[in-house]
C-alpha cells in the first residue's frame, strides 16, 4: 500500500450523473473494451474515485451462473483491497499481476447485463440517508469497511462450484456498498446480514463435506 491518503473526493463515491446504482453500471458496461479486459480496464471505466461503484461492479458477475476462470479470486482480492484502502485512508492500490490480467470480454458482459436486474430491485429498497448513523464516521464507518474485507474474503473462499457459495457474498458486498455509497443504513444491515447467512452455509458446507469424508472412510475401513 501506498502512505498517501486518500482525497476527500474518492470517499464520497459520487458521480454527476446519472442517479441510480443500476444506471450508473450500464453507463460503465458501455464504456469497457469490445474485446478481451482486465481489471484495470474495469478500474478506468468505472473511475479510481468510485470505490463502492466498483465494488458492486466487480460483484455482480457473481449473481448470475456464469463460470469465467479466475474471477472469484482476482475480483474478490481487488474487493478486499479496496475495503484496507477505505479503512486505512490510503489511496487504491491493485498488484500488476491482478490488475493486467486479462478476462473473456463476452461471457463477463453478458453476465453483468443479467446481474444488473439484481440492481435494479436494490434501487427500489435504497433510500439514501435513512438511518444515518449506521453509516457516520468513526466505529460505524470502520465496521462497515472491516465487513466489506470480510465479505471480500469469503467471495475468494474455494466453493466456486457449489450453489449460491458465491452468490451470498457478492450480495454482502453489494448491499454494504451501497449502503455506504448512499448512507443506507438499513442497505448496511441486509449486507450484514448477508455476511452471517454466508457464514453459516459455509459452515454447513463443511460439516457436511466433514461427515461425508467420516462415512467414506468408515465404508472404505
Not at 168 to 179: E, K, R, W, Y
Amino acid at each position: 500500500m501506498t502512505n498517501e491518503r486518500m482525497p476527500a473526493a474518492a470517499d464520497a463515491d459520487a458521480l454527476d450523473a446519472p442517479d441510480t446504482l443500476a444506471e450508473h453500471i450500464e453507463r460503465v458496461l458501455t464504456a469497457l473494451p469490445e474485446q478481451d479486459l482486465t481489471l484495470h480496464d474495469i478500474v478506468e471505466a468505472v473511475g479510481p474515485d468510485s470505490l463502492m461503484l466498483l465494488t458492486i461492479f466487480l460483484s455482480l458477475i457473481f449473481l448470475v451462473p456464469v463460470s469465467i476462470p479466475g474471477v472469484s479470486t482476482a475480483f474478490g482480492l481487488a474487493i478486499v483491497l479496496i475495503g484496507l484502502t477505505r479503512t486505512f485512508q490510503r489511496k487504491p492500490w491493485l498488484p500488476q499481476r491482478i490488475a493486467r490480467r486479462r478476462l473473456a470480454a463476452a461471457p463477463l458482459r453478458a453476465g453483468l447485463q443479467r446481474a444488473t436486474v439484481w440492481l435494479h430491485r436494490i434501487d427500489r429498497l435504497s433510500r439514501p440517508h435513512r438511518w444515518p448513523w449506521l453509516s457516520s464516521h468513526g466505529p460505524a464507518t470502520l465496521c462497515n469497511n472491516l465487513a466489506l474485507v470480510f465479505a471480500g474474503l469469503l467471495l475468494m473462499m474455494p466453493f466456486g462450484l457449489i450453489p449460491f457459495s458465491n452468490t451470498l457474498p457478492a450480495l454482502a458486498v453489494i448491499f454494504l456498498s451501497a449502503g455506504m455509497m448512499q448512507r443506507d443504513g438499513l442497505a448496511l444491515l441486509l449486507g450484514y446480514a448477508a455476511v452471517c447467512l454466508t457464514l453459516l452455509y459455509f459452515a454447513l458446507l463443511i460439516t457436511a463435506g466433514g461427515a461425508t469424508l467420516m462415512e467414506v472412510w468408515q465404508w472404505m475401513g
